[in-house]
Structure formats: C-alpha cells, structure tokens
C-alpha cells in the first residue's frame, strides 16, 4: 500500500524557504518533471519542498513565494512608467521626444555646445571679410525658437498637428530662444555680419515671427517665410539671399554658415544623404551646424533599415 506523503513541517519548511524562491514542480513537453522557482528560474534543486504537491499548502505557498521574491529591505524606490513613442498621450504620457526636449538636461548641453562651437567656426569662417559682405542663415523652429511646448500641449489633448492651433501658438509669440541663439546671433554681428532666417511658417505668420525673434533677443537682419505652400525647400531662398533678390531684401551677401535641426535646413541636402559615405558630411562642424530634434522632421518619412 502506497504511503501517503505528509505535509511539510514548518520547520523544513523555513529551512527551504531561507534557501531561496519556493520552487514547484511543472511538467516539461519531453513529458519529464521540472521545478521552476516562484519568480520563474529553473532551478531542479534538491530542495524538500518540490517534493511537496502544491495543493497541499496553497496559501503557505503564495505567500511564501511573495516573500522569496521580495527585494530585500532599503530604501523606496518609486517607479513610472516608461513613455512610448506611439502611445496615446495623456498628461502622464507625453512621447518620449517631446519630453527629451523638454525636460533632458542633454538636451540644453547640446544646444549650448554646439552654439560655442558655431561662434568659434563662425569667427574662423568670418577672418578677413568685409564688414556687412557675408551673412549667416539659421532657420527658425527647434534651431533658434523653442516650440516644444506646443508639442506637449499637442500631445496632452491626444490631438495631432494642425494649422489651426499651430498659427494661433506662432501669433501669440511665446516661444522662447532655445540656448545659445541669442548670444551667436549677437556675436555674428559683432563679427559684421548679418543674420537671416529661413524659415518655412507661412509668410502670413512673418509678422509675428518677427515680433517673437525681437522679444526673446535673437538678433536678425531679415527673415524670409515660405511663400509657396507647395514647395518646402529653402534652396530657392538661399540663392535670394546670396544673390540679393527677392524675397530677400538685403544686398548680395556671402554666405558662410547655415545653421539648423532639418537637414533640408542646409543647400540642396535631403534625407538621401544619410546612406551616402562620411565624406558627404565633411561640411557638418564647419560651414554646416545641425541640432538635435526628435519631435518632428523630414525624417519621419524614411523607411527603417
């Protein structure tokens, strides 16, 4: 007659316990017992307890298991939950991008130093020219003007981009200068240059593009808005501006730097360049300064490798 096996004493029990997570008994596809641990490792030990039929102490078991999992004891640890790109926004959910550039202390090291290294490559590239005969082209949004708050309040009403919203947030003016822009644009005309921006907010929204670029002290000589809603690139209004005809209203400049977020910010370059070699970057760091913006970009469009 088989003997029936008897329950774990609590002294055994302990004993097992102090070992490590309770294990229990699951029966493998090869058709053969294994023992997996209460936080899931395999552990086959030979510890008393996987002897033992779970059903023989159910509640002891749960919270024995609880117990071997546990951390052991110190300080609290409060967790959040991980933004994910994609997910519908909350108030608690801002995409991970807009909060990077809203609230990463990266995000302000970045600007501030790619702005010092553009005033010392733009007082390299500015030696020996003539006060007045060269200029500077920066464009607007993520490069000198900080929009991310529209971005996150975009994102708090679960809502997507639209000219509505975002021509009354360009009217009101609020967007701050992003770190470093005032003071390059300042050092360039103290250089004897000129600052244009080339900007693609439409030319109605010039106006108050201006008036926000004046109150945040980023210092311009012009700024030229896009004027045909069909075409997004800037290189037609680089070659006003170096030529001095409209829409640019200056006199025919060199120009000796482009600075910008979009790589369309830069003549003739499009999102085709990043599968080209290093040396179709060579101009990056020197005639070409580009700064960081994961919220939005002509890259969306390119298909993952």
Partial sequence: MRRRQEP???????RALARGPIARPVVHESGQWRTYDSCGADTNSDNPILMMRSSSFPAVFVVASAL???????PAVTTTSTPVMGRTASADTIPASVRWYRAS??????????????TA????????????SWAVILDADETVLDNSPYQQDVSRRRAVFDSATWNAWVRRGAARAL????EFTRRAHELGGRVVIVTNRDDALCEATRANLQRVAIAV???????????SYKDVRFEAVAAGTPPSTLPPLRVVMWVGDNIQDFPRLRQDIRTASDSAFAEFGDRFIVLPNPMYGSWERNVLP
Avoid: H, M, W
Avoid at 105 to 118: D, F, G, K, P, V
Avoid at 179 to 182: L, S, T
């Fill in 8 to 14: 774990a004493r609590p002294s055994q029990f302990l």
């Fill in 68 to 74: 071997a999992c546990a951390p052991a004891a110190g």
């Fill in 105 to 118: 202390a990266e995000q302000r090291a970045i600007y501030l130093q790619t702005y010092r290294l553009a």
């Fill in 121 to 132: 490559a733009l007082e390299r590239r500015a030696a020996g020219l003539a006060s007045g």
């Fill in 179 to 182: 770190p470093g822009a005032p």
């Fill in 221 to 231: 000589d012009a700024v030229l808005c896009k004027t045909d809603p069909s075409n």
